[in-house]
């Protein structure tokens, strides 16, 4: 049973940044597809990043080119580098694993193909 714990969010001002961190125990993360997610209040759960194992990334967008996913193996941890927030970034974010046996954006963006789930880091940026 792979155990997620997310760090390192916190309030911050529009255009700051924040890394996030996500650290696993009870398992190996090199295995799993990695994705972060985020849900505001009174929104539905969305999708931010995604890393598969051989490292390629996959992003929404909104967060293209302003949010970097990266893991480290070694570590047993994944990260979530965001630059330029704004305050519509402001979310709960959760970290999460899972081995789809599909592949590409629509899968790795979908919440189902995710088995384990941490419990989440409230990210809030103000105008």
């Known amino acids: 049973q792979v155990q997620l714990v997310e760090s390192g969010g916190g309030s911050v001002q529009a255009g700051d940044s924040l890394r996030l961190s996500c650290a696993a125990s009870?398992?190996?993360?090199?295995?799993?597809?990695m994705g972060w997610f985020r849900q505001a209040p009174g929104k539905e759960r969305e999708f931010v990043a995604a890393?598969?194992?051989?490292?390629?990334?996959f992003y929404p967008d909104s967060v293209k080119g302003r949010f970097t996913i990266s893991r480290d193996n070694t570590k047993n941890a994944v990260y979530l580098q965001m630059n330029s927030l704004k305050p519509e970034d402001t979310a709960v974010y959760s970290c999460?694993?899972?081995?789809?046996?599909?592949?590409?954006?629509?899968?790795?963006?979908?919440?189902?193909?995710?088995?384990?789930w941490g419990q989440g880091t409230q990210v809030t940026a103000s105008s």
């Open positions: 999460a694993a899972g081995r789809p046996y599909c592949s590409g954006y629509g899968c790795y963006s979908a919440a189902k193909e995710y088995t384990y």
């Open positions: 009870g398992g190996t993360l090199s295995i799993y597809v």
């Open positions: 890393v598969t194992r051989s490292g390629a990334t």
